[in-house]
């Protein structure tokens, strides 16, 4: 049975939105599934942190999104008398991009949605409800309710169902989602012509009623209200919200109000995000409370890891099994966002007056102590990916007289590598993403990569789709490029990040996967036979030596470097 398409999105929300993106990017045929008419414009996330904005860099629309951002915001928390006993407000930008960004969803959403107008491989739907799904050891068939009732079908060779927190898609499939609801539902108010003005967002932790406001671009106001229970009849209605109101602005009947929405609060997880062909990304996998501003990110996190590792079993490039690994890297690390979000909640929304004292008792603590503040300051509580499993290769310390180890070298397999600015050959400076691309790349400190690599290792970089990346100090950059091996992308450390990242660690040489994660590091002598672990990581198809074809090109890097080691392949 044939295709109509590879790939089909259930869901034009921002996971379902990037995810095409992402698979547009790389070629890939994909029918995205929309419901309603349009795209969603009632109030939802108001803050994308660095790695989504990371992604938004990544397929090309960062400067379309960047306008509808604060970059950097503050969060101030108060207790009940309104006494700050917290700050948030890092200012770090080890990822290119400010760690906290306020935003407005519908407008980021829009950017999304138009950015699939550069893609003839890319079509949407909206209007277009799906029914039911059938699929067979080749492929699903997804049948439809099309524009004006009509039933059709499409079928592709795998389906992402990014269709929100009441998936009909995951209950089709009889998906368990595992979790808890808060008993406490909230009021969002959306407000133009911000009456406050203040940059920054302010979370209220008072024991009668939590609440929070925050400042968001083009002149917008958030508040969100702790809905107490006896009040949910009521709570969209003129009178409660200028009640809810009353304390914040002078005259409350006078704002006006461009969205208002009752929530309800869950904290859920799916029992298995992949089952045969359909893969659940998003809410529709994962939800939990909006309090530490992590649900859109997640989200973001789920299309950025699937997108390379769909495309790369679409094209024939790596096995199914693959797609395994997405539940193996991404559950952990959404059941610690989750608690993060929960714990925030609580300490934030609680409505015990002993619970509340002592929390400002320790944020008075906290205060006292500088390494303590600085890490609370600069989010240094939110949790990180960190992969243990999946496409990723461990790594022990190196024995070697020659690398001290100090009690902290730290190991960096599975997680983030940063993006500092980078000097390219032409003496332009820019992010490192931007100078180098975001498929996988080998990158070395000091060392020619192509030097580094036998020709039958080189001949498979095509297949994984790798860029040889080689790092110098900026004042070598002109004599590294005069001398790089075709192909090798050379570019210098004019600040010293990188330099300064590769100081505190016992390795040279890294393998860093499409989502930015580091899948494998090493000496620089043992690269070869490292770039092979990560090839088998990666379920990565190794062609027949007559079907290399173009790798003949990557061969000829190692060609032109006369010291290439000739040690037996590993297997």
């Known amino acids: 049975m044939g295709y109509d398409t590879d790939v089909v999105i259930i869901g034009a929300g921002p996971v379902g939105l990037t995810l095409a993106n992402l698979l547009g990017l790389r070629g890939i045929d994909v029918v995205l599934l929309e419901a309603g008419h349009e795209l969603i414009d009632y109030p939802r996330a108001v803050g994308i942190d660095d790695e989504a904005m990371r992604v938004m860099q990544g397929i090309g629309l960062v400067e379309e999104v960047l306008p509808h951002t604060v970059p950097d915001q503050q969060i101030r928390m108060v207790n009940g008398r309104g006494k700050v006993i917290g700050v948030i407000d890092p200012t770090t930008r080890v990822f290119g991009w400010p760690r906290r960004n306020g935003f407005v969803q519908p407008l980021v959403d829009r950017v999304l949605l138009d950015g699939l107008d550069r893609f003839a491989n890319v079509r949407v739907q909206f209007d277009t409800r799906m029914t039911q799904l059938r699929q067979d050891g080749e492929g699903v068939t997804v049948q439809y309710s099309a524009p004006g009732g009509q039933e059709r079908a499409v079928r592709a060779k795998w389906v992402v169902a990014a269709d929100g927190g009441s998936s009909g898609t995951r209950k089709a499939l009889g998906i368990s989602f595992e979790g808890e609801t808060r008993k406490t539902p909230g009021l969002v108010i959306d407000v133009a012509n911000d009456p406050i003005g203040t940059p920054h967002a302010v979370f209220g932790g008072d024991p009668k009623r939590g609440w929070a ?53 869950n904290a859920r997880i799916a029992g298995t995000f992949r089952k045969g062909r359909v893969l659940l990304a998003g809410d529709a996998a994962h939800v939990m409370p909006v309090v530490a501003g992590q649900g859109w990110n997640s989200g973001i996190r789920d299309a950025v890891n699937l997108g390379w590792k769909l495309a790369a079993v679409v094209d024939g490039r790596a096995d199914a099994g693959l797609l395994d690994t997405y539940d193996q890297e991404r559950r952990d690390h959404v059941a610690a966002m989750i608690g993060l979000s929960l714990n925030m909640s609580r300490l934030m929304t609680n409505r015990s007056r002993l619970a509340s004292a002592a929390r400002d008792l320790s944020a008075a603590v906290i205060s006292k102590l500088p390494k303590l503040k600085a890490q609370v300051s600069s989010q240094g509580f939110k949790p990180m990916p960190q992969y243990e499993r999946g496409v990723v290769v461990p790594s022990s310390l190196p024995r070697s007289k020659s690398v001290p180890i100090s009690a902290d070298s730290p190991l960096s397999v599975g997680t983030l590598f940063p993006q500092p600015r980078v000097r390219t050959a032409d003496g332009a400076e820019k992010l490192l993403d931007d100078a180098t691309g975001t498929d996988w790349r080998v990158i070395v400190w000091n060392n020619d990569p192509a030097a580094l690599l036998r020709p039958s290792t080189a001949e498979l970089l095509p297949v994984l789709g790798a860029t040889l990346v080689h790092i110098v100090p900026a004042a070598q950059l002109p004599w590294a490029s005069a001398q790089a091996a075709a192909g090798v992308t050379v570019v210098g450390d004019p600040a010293g990040e990188v330099k300064r990242w590769f100081d505190v660690r016992p390795f040279s040489a890294l393998v860093v996967r499409p989502d930015h994660v ?54």
């Not at 508040?223 to 229970?229: G, I, K, S, Y």
């Not at 379920?539 to 790798?551: E, H, S, Y």
């Not at 000739?566 to 297997?571: M, S, T």
């Open 213 to 265: 406001t925050l400042s968001l671009p083009h002149g917008i106001r958030r508040w969100e209200f702790n809905v107490l229970p006896g009040e949910e009849d009521r709570a969209e209605t003129d009178a409660f919200v200028h009640e809810m109101l009353a304390d914040h602005v002078p005259d409350p009947s006078a704002l006006n109000i461009i969205r208002r929405r009752v929530y309800t609060f």
């Open 518 to 571: 580091i899948a494998a590091e090493c000496l620089a002598q043992e690269l070869d036979e490292t770039l092979q672990k990560v090839l088998t990581a990666a379920r990565v198809i190794r062609p027949a030596a007559a079907d290399l074809g173009p790798a003949a090109d990557a061969a000829r890097l190692v060609e032109l470097a006369p010291d290439t080691p000739e040690a037996a392949p590993v297997g």
